[in-house]
C-alpha cells in the first residue's frame, strides 16, 4: 500500500498526519453504531475521512446522515441513511458497485469545486460535475438531499438527480433518472429490476437479467388505456408529495394509507421486484408498507430463472417442474435444469405433462388461435425446439408454442394449462417431490412492522384482499356500475348482521344466485325435512328443490350455538374460496332459532357411501379410474386451498364423508365449519372446538403442536389408503399403522405383491400399477406422524399430475 505524497506547501500538517496515520490503526465502527456530529455541511477544501467516525453530515432536523456507510468488513460506501430507522436505510449512494477501503478512503470537496470520493490508492471512484464552478459547500437537507451550492445559494449538484433504488418526498423521477433494486436483501450493489420512463413515457418495472429482459408492470397485456395510463405528455414530471401522494405525467396515482404530514417515507423499487410505498414509525424505528404495485409477487418477472415457476406455499416460492431440479442450490436466479436432453426430442416418443393454471410469460415461438388441442399439441411435437406449449380456451383456443421457459407462475387466476414435454424415455421416480423453496422476496422479513393499506388510484394494491388489480381495475363503466349494484343489495340483505370481511371481499366469485333463504322457503324445499341424506356430527342433510327448480342439499345445524358458529364459518369461509373440486354454496337461512346451509346437490353422494356403505354387488364398484379421479380431484381442492387461495385455509376435517361426487366422478370437498376456526393469524389452543374425525386427524391435534396445512395433507393421507383399499383404516389407528409398515417392509425386500395388499381386490386386475405405486408412496408420506416430513398438497399434485397420463392396466393379483 502506499502512502500519498504531501505538496510542499502542506508540510507543516506532518505531525497532523502521523498521528491520523497511528489512529486509523484502530478498528473502525460503522454508521449504524456511532454518535454522529451535527455538522450539516463542509466547505471547500473540506475532507470526510472514513476513519473518523465523528465524520458525518446531519440534516438540520436530525432524520438523515451521510458518509462512509460500512458494507462489509473492509468495505465502505458513501451513502446517505435514515438516522431512525431500527436498521439505518440507506435512501442514496455514490457508485453503488464500487465500495472503497476501511483504510485511507476519503471524500474530499476539492479546491477546483468538484466533490470526489477516492479509494486508498488514490482511484477516484466517484465525483460530481461541479469542476470549474463557484462551488462553495456542500449541505444535507432535511428532504435528505445532498446538494452542492455556490455562495448565492444556486443548487449545482444534487443527489435527488442520481437517484439509486430509493426516491424520497420531492425528489423528482427526471427523464434520464432510473431507480434499481439491490441484489438481495440487505446489500446496496444493483440488481435486476428497476422503474423508469420508457421511449413512449410510461413509467414501468422492467427486469433485467443475464438472460432476459421483461416488462411487468403495468399489466403487459394491456394497452396504454387499459392500464388507466396516458402517453402524451413527455415531459415526464413525477414526484411523491409529503403527504405521501404520487403523481406522475403518464396517470398512476396513488396515495399512502396514512397520508398526511409529519412522516417520513420513502418509494423504492425492492431487491424482490415490487415497487413499494413505506412509512417509517419513529418511535421503534421500523417500516411499513403503506403501498405497493403488485399484490402478488409471482407476476414479477425473472424471480426464480429459467424453467422455474412462482407458487403461493402460501407465501411465494419458487419451484421446478416435474423431472426438472434446481441448476444452482440456493440460487433460484439461476433457475431449473431438465433431468433429461433437450435434443432427444422425437415427435414420435415425446408425451406432455399437464401443469394447470401454469404459464410461462413471453418467450412464445408461435401464437394461434381457433385451435383444437391436438392440432397444438401437433404444433409443438413437429418441432425440435419447442419445450412445451401453452393452451387456453378464453372462447376459442388459444395455442402458445414454447421455445423457452422464463417468468413462470401458477395462479387460479390463470384459466389456461402448461404442458411440458417430456421424453418417454424418462421414467418417473416413486415419489419426487416437486422442487419448492421459498423465495427470496418477500419483504416482509426485512422490516420490523408490515402492513398494507387500501388507499386511492388505480394501482392501489392491499395484501389483505388480494386482488388481480389489473383486470377488475378497468371493467367498464357499465359493469363497474352493476357491481356497485349488487354490492348495496348484498349489504341490504346483510344488514341485520354485520358479515366479515372475507364474505364482502368473495362475492364477486359467487353467483348473483347466493343469497339468504327463509325458514319457510327452505322447509317447503325439503317437503318438511322429508328426504335425509346423511347425518353428521352438527346436524343432518336433505334433498331439496327450490323455486327455481334446482336440486339442493340443505344441511341443517342442530345445536343453536354451536350451529351459529359453525353457519358463519361455512359462510365467511365461501367468502375467500372458488374451485371446481369444492362444494358450492346457495345460501343460508339464519332465521330464530334456525341455522341451514344450502349446497348443490351431487348425484353421486358422499365418497364413504360409495366405498363402504354399499351392497356387495359388482355394478356398484368404483373402478381403478374413477377412484385415480377422485385422488387426483381432492389433491387439487386441497391444493387450492393450501397454496392458491387468496386467503389460506385449513380444512380440518377431510373425510370421505366431506367428499362428495357428481356424476361424473368429480369430487368436490364439503363441509367447511372447521375451517374458519383455525384460519392463519388466529389461535389454535381451544382444540376442544376442533371437532376433527378420529382416525383422520393429524398427531399435531392431541400433541399441542402447531396446526398448519400439514394437517390435512395427513388427512388426505387416510382417504387415499382408504381409496385404495376400499375399506375403512382409520376406524383402527393402529391396524393403519401395522399396514403400512407391513407394505413398507415388502417393498423394501423387493415382494412385488405388496400393490395386492393395498388395492381391493375386487378391482379384478383393472389397474395401473405405476399409478398403484406413486399413490402409496404419496399415502404413506401424508401419513407421517412427523409433520415436517409429510410433502406439501403442492407436491402431491405435481406427482399425480406425473403419472395421470400412464395408459396401461396391469394385473398386481
Not at 296 to 301: A, M, R
Not at 310 to 338: A, I, L, Q, T
Not at 351 to 357: D, Q, T
Request: hydrophobic residues 35%; contains cysteine.
Amino acid at each position: 500500500m502506499r502512502t500519498p505524497s504531501l505538496p510542499p506547501s502542506q508540510l507543516f500538517l506532518c505531525p497532523l498526519f502521523i498521528i491520523s496515520i497511528f489512529l486509523s490503526s484502530f478498528p473502525t465502527v460503522s454508521p449504524s453504531s456511532t454518535t454522529h456530529s451535527k455538522a450539516t455541511l463542509i466547505n471547500r477544501g473540506s475532507s470526510l475521512y472514513v476513519e473518523h467516525e465523528q465524520d458525518i453530515l446531519s440534516s438540520p432536523d436530525g432524520s438523515f446522515s451521510c458518509g462512509f456507510y460500512k458494507v462489509g468488513s473492509n468495505a465502505f460506501t458513501f451513502s446517505i441513511w435514515f438516522t431512525n430507522s431500527a436498521n439505518k436505510t440507506v435512501a442514496w449512494t455514490a457508485n453503488r458497485d464500487r465500495p472503497v477501503h476501511s483504510r485511507g478512503s476519503t471524500i474530499a470537496f476539492r479546491g477546483d469545486g468538484s466533490m470526489v470520493l477516492t479509494d486508498v490508492d488514490g482511484t477516484v471512484v466517484w465525483a460530481t460535475n461541479t469542476s470549474s464552478t463557484d462551488a462553495s459547500k456542500a449541505e444535507l437537507l432535511n428532504s435528505g438531499n445532498l446538494v452542492i451550492t455556490n455562495p448565492v445559494g444556486s443548487v449545482l449538484w444534487q443527489s435527488f438527480d442520481s437517484p439509486t433504488d430509493t426516491i424520497l418526498p420531492s425528489q423528482p423521477i427526471i427523464k434520464q433518472a432510473k431507480l434499481v433494486s439491490s441484489i438481495a436483501n440487505g446489500a446496496l450493489s444493483s440488481g435486476y429490476y428497476s422503474l423508469h420512463f420508457d421511449s413512449d413515457n410510461l413509467l414501468r418495472l422492467r427486469y433485467d437479467g443475464p438472460e432476459i429482459s421483461s416488462m411487468y408492470w403495468p399489466f403487459p397485456d394491456f394497452n396504454v388505456w387499459q392500464n388507466g395510463r396516458t402517453n402524451y405528455n413527455s415531459s415526464r414530471p413525477t414526484v411523491l408529495d409529503d403527504w405521501g401522494r404520487f403523481s406522475s405525467s403518464d396517470k398512476p396515482e396513488f396515495n399512502a394509507s396514512d397520508a398526511g404530514p409529519g412522516i417520513k417515507r420513502r418509494l423504492t423499487v425492492d431487491y424482490d421486484g415490487n415497487l413499494r410505498l413505506y412509512s417509517l414509525n419513529d418511535s421503534n424505528g421500523s417500516w411499513k408498507i403503506t403501498w405497493e404495485a403488485l399484490a402478488q409477487l409471482c407476476y414479477v418477472h425473472g424471480a426464480c430463472g429459467r424453467n422455474g415457476i412462482c407458487v403461493y406455499d402460501p407465501e411465494p416460492r419458487c419451484s421446478c417442474p416435474p423431472y426438472y431440479e434446481m441448476s444452482d442450490d440456493g440460487d433460484w436466479n439461476r433457475g431449473c435444469k431438465p433431468l433429461f436432453n433437450l435434443s432427444s426430442y422425437s415427435p414420435e416418443e415425446d408425451r406432455f405433462i399437464e401443469l394447470p393454471h401454469t404459464d410461462f410469460y413471453g418467450f412464445d415461438d408461435s401464437h394461434t388461435t381457433n385451435m383444437s388441442f391436438e392440432s397444438c399439441k401437433n404444433i409443438c411435437l413437429n418441432d425440435s425446439s419447442c419445450q412445451g406449449f401453452g393452451y387456453r380456451l378464453s372462447g376459442q383456443g388459444h395455442c402458445y408454442a414454447k421455445g423457452a421457459f422464463f417468468n413462470g407462475y401458477r395462479t387460479p387466476d390463470f384459466a389456461g394449462s402448461l404442458y411440458l414435454r417430456i421424453p418417454r424415455s424418462v421414467e418417473a421416480s416413486k415419489f419426487s417431490s416437486f422442487q419448492v423453496s421459498k423465495l427470496n422476496c418477500n419483504a416482509i422479513e426485512a422490516y420490523d412492522d408490515y402492513s398494507a393499506a387500501s388507499s386511492s388510484g388505480i394501482y392501489v394494491i392491499s395484501r389483505r384482499k388480494e386482488i388481480w388489480v389489473y383486470f377488475y381495475g378497468f371493467v367498464s363503466a357499465f359493469g363497474v356500475i352493476e357491481i356497485l349494484f349488487i354490492a348495496s343489495g348484498w349489504w341490504f340483505l346483510f344488514r341485520r348482521r354485520e358479515i366479515p370481511d372475507a364474505v364482502e371481499e368473495g362475492y364477486q366469485m359467487i353467483t348473483s344466485q347466493f343469497r339468504r333463504f327463509t325458514y319457510g322457503e327452505l322447509k317447503k324445499a325439503t317437503r318438511n325435512f322429508k328426504q335425509e341424506l346423511g347425518r353428521g356430527g352438527s346436524g343432518a342433510v336433505y334433498k331439496g328443490i327450490l323455486n327455481d327448480k334446482r336440486v339442493v342439499a340443505v344441511k341443517r345445524l342442530e345445536d343453536v350455538t354451536q350451529g351459529e358458529d359453525e353457519l358463519w364459518a361455512e359462510v365467511t369461509t365461501i367468502g375467500k374460496i372458488n374451485h371446481m373440486n369444492l362444494v358450492r354454496m346457495y345460501g343460508f337461512c339464519s332465521e330464530g332459532k334456525h341455522r341451514l346451509l344450502v349446497y348443490e346437490y351431487l348425484e353421486n353422494g358422499s365418497l364413504d357411501k360409495l366405498l363402504f356403505d354399499r351392497p356387495r354387488k359388482e355394478d356398484t364398484l368404483i373402478g381403478w379410474k374413477q377412484r385415480f379421479k377422485i385422488v387426483v380431484g381432492v389433491a387439487k381442492g386441497l391444493m387450492y386451498l393450501h397454496h392458491e387461495c387468496l386467503e389460506w385455509v385449513i380444512h380440518c376435517d377431510v373425510k370421505p364423508e366431506n367428499i362428495l361426487l357428481d356424476l361424473d366422478w368429480q369430487p368436490k370437498i364439503a363441509d367447511f365449519g372447521l375451517a374458519k376456526l383455525s384460519q392463519r393469524g388466529a389461535p389454535v389452543s381451544d382444540l376442544s372446538r376442533i371437532r376433527g374425525t378420529k382416525g383422520y386427524m393429524a398427531p399435531e391435534w392431541a400433541l399441542n403442536l402447531p396446526i398448519t396445512g400439514k394437517v390435512d395433507v395427513y388427512s388426505y393421507g387416510v382417504v387415499l389408503l382408504e381409496i385404495m383399499k376400499g375399506k375403512r383404516v382409520s376406524d383402527w389407528e393402529m391396524d393403519m399403522r401395522k399396514l403400512v409398515r407391513l407394505v413398507k417392509d415388502k417393498i423394501a425386500s423387493d415382494d412385488e405383491s405388496w400393490v395386492g395388499d393395498l388395492v381391493e381386490m375386487r378391482l379384478k386386475g383393472e389397474l395401473n400399477i405405476k399409478q398403484a405405486e406413486t399413490m402409496a408412496v404419496i399415502a404413506f408420506l401424508c401419513v407421517e406422524e412427523d409433520s415436517n416430513r409429510r410433502p406439501t398438497m403442492d407436491a402431491v399434485m405435481e406427482n399425480l399430475v406425473a403419472i395421470d397420463e400412464e395408459p396401461h392396466l396391469h394385473s398386481a393379483m
